[in-house]
């Protein structure tokens, strides 16, 4: 249906938004918005045209699991659309209690605090943590929320080399600082490949250093039962702040931050993005609690993304096409040029596979690239025809 609109008059010609978008474009650089018309399965609509799912964090497809999905719509029934207010002034219902204990739990921290995205919780738990004269180190590749997070917290920031420990200890040997924060990704989001944990947790403790570590992409994926990369590496108890996604392999909404209970007192004292945002709406935390379930029920899930993503990383090496060595379910192929890539992402959309193409600021300069993403839900046969259809775009492309 048309609408009607009024157009605005731009209040000056320093009010020329137009020109703006010309200067994003002419950098190769504008971007638009793709919708897909229903869940995000292995299979979507995308812009109107068939295509196979490649590039989500649904990794364990518990998005739109039926499961999941009852228990998001129990949870709005009982406790309705949305909390109300915020956490501190009336928005916090016994569901959000509950799913901090089952996360803390499954976590084998002392508490949990739940935080209406990893952006908040990011942004928050630096802020609280360090300010002016603190020092925070953090790793070239991490995530926009953790950088943002530096910005707001107005502590120095040292940003060391790409998981260079050696860079990293010269940065802790010469810091004066009351505290230092090392902040680090456990799967780099857009690398696919993990940060150095343990050498990172024997340097902050040689130092006397604090680390915290951002599990959105080790969240349901790595571990004996799912929690993350912490998990499966036995740094329990020497990290210091474990924030997590309840977005991507939990499928739903949020996010968290693990650790000692001074920790989450802290944060609800101190975490503008906590305090001043209002609390996760029912059906986000009923969604992300039945999927911590699954995901510590059912193993199974986690073998069939694995095995999945061999497959692809396999197809993929055997394309020809350079990919890092197979360390999550994030498999980028760095196409560098970001019209190449777009035009690429194009292509391989007219073969009927998604994965959308990836560029600065989200990437380094000169390193844009197709994140491809696999999922437990993808069929072989889904997987092999992702893979030729790869193989095709590339080597156009190259
Ligand atoms: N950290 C990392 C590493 C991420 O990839 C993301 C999501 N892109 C976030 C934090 C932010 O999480 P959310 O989408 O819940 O805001």
């Known amino acids: 249906m048309a609408h009607s609109c009024r157009r605005v008059r731009p209040p000056g010609s320093a009010w020329n938004l137009e020109a703006d978008i010309a200067v994003i474009r002419g950098r190769g650089l504008y971007r638009h918005l793709r919708t897909i018309d229903g869940p995000e399965d292995a299979e979507v609509v995308v812009d109107g045209r068939r295509a196979l799912l490649f590039c989500s964090n649904n990794y364990l497809g518990l998005a739109n699991d039926p499961a999941v999905v009852r228990a998001a719509q129990g949870a709005a029934e009982r406790y309705g659309a949305g909390s109300g207010s915020s956490r501190l002034i009336s928005g916090t219902l016994a569901i959000h209690a509950k799913l901090e204990e089952q996360i803390a739990q499954w976590k084998g921290a002392e508490r949990a605090l739940v935080f209406s995205s990893g952006y908040h919780a990011n942004l928050g738990a630096i802020q609280t943590l360090v300010g002016r004269g603190d020092l925070v180190l953090s790793d070239e590749l991490n995530h926009a929320s953790l950088i943002d997070g530096c910005r707001l917290a107005r502590a120095d920031v040292r940003v060391y080399p790409h998981k260079d420990l050696e860079a990293l200890e010269r940065e802790l040997r010469a810091a004066s600082a009351r505290r230092v924060l090392i902040v680090t990704d456990s799967v780099f989001s857009m690398n696919g490949d993990r940060a150095p944990l343990v050498e990172i947790c024997d340097l902050a403790e040689r130092h006397g250093a604090a680390v915290m570590v951002d599990e959105a992409h080790g969240t349901g994926v790595m571990g004996p039962s799912g929690s993350g990369l912490v998990e499966e590496l036995d740094l329990r108890g020497r990290v210091l702040v474990e924030m997590g996604t309840l977005s991507k392999a939990l499928g739903s909404f949020g996010a968290y931050v693990a650790g ?33 379930d699954i995901v510590q029920r059912e193993p199974e899930r986690r073998s069939r993304l694995w095995r999945n993503a061999r497959a692809l990383h396999r197809a993929i090496a055997a394309a020809g096409i350079a990919t890092v060595p197979l360390e999550s379910p994030i498999l980028p192929i760095v196409l560098g040029d970001e019209a190449r890539t777009m035009r690429a992402c194009e292509r391989l959309l007219e073969r009927g596979v998604f994965a959308q193409g990836i560029r600065p600021p989200t990437v380094p300069e000169g390193t844009s690239r197709l994140r491809v993403t696999v999922m437990a839900t993808h069929t072989e046969e889904q997987i092999e025809r992702a893979g030729r259809a790869l193989a095709e775009t590339i080597q156009e492309a190259t």
């Open 260 to 292: 000692s209970r001074a920790l989450t007192e802290l944060l609800v004292n101190r975490a503008r993005t906590f305090i001043f945002t209002t609390g996760l709406p029912p059906a986000a935390v009923g969604a992300a609690a039945a999927a911590i």
